[in-house]
């Protein structure tokens, strides 16, 4: 007789909800943790050719949040978490759509 093994460590949260989580919450920290750096290195003064560094756009941070959901593709991706994976990519395309929605017109 087979014994079932119990699945252990991350690959228990092999699932959909969890992928969505995920691509929830990785870029509003992402996001959250780009905007302290940017306050920072506004605050600081840089001097960029002579000029005053004010930052950079809010659009920049945004497309650099939405792809740190990169980061969990590729931890579920080597894990074989498809299920995750599926989960992570829905909330990719949403953001990638409510993205270009705001922003195309500066294009």
Request: glycine fraction near 10%; proline fraction near 3%; charged fraction near 10%.
């Amino acid at each position: 007789m087979e014994r079932l093994q119990k699945v252990q460590g991350i690959r228990k949260y092999n699932a959909v909800w969890f992928g969505i989580i995920m691509g929830i919450v990785v870029p509003f920290v992402g996001y959250a943790v780009l905007l302290m750096i940017n306050e920072s290195i506004g605050a600081a003064g840089w001097q960029v050719n002579g000029n005053t560094f004010g930052g950079f756009s809010h659009k920049l941070m945004a497309l650099i949040a939405i792809c740190m959901n990169l980061i969990p593709f590729t931890v579920f991706q080597k894990k074989k978490m498809d299920n995750a994976m599926r989960g992570v990519f829905m909330p990719t395309m949403a953001y990638i759509i409510v993205w270009i929605y705001f922003y195309s017109a500066e294009f």
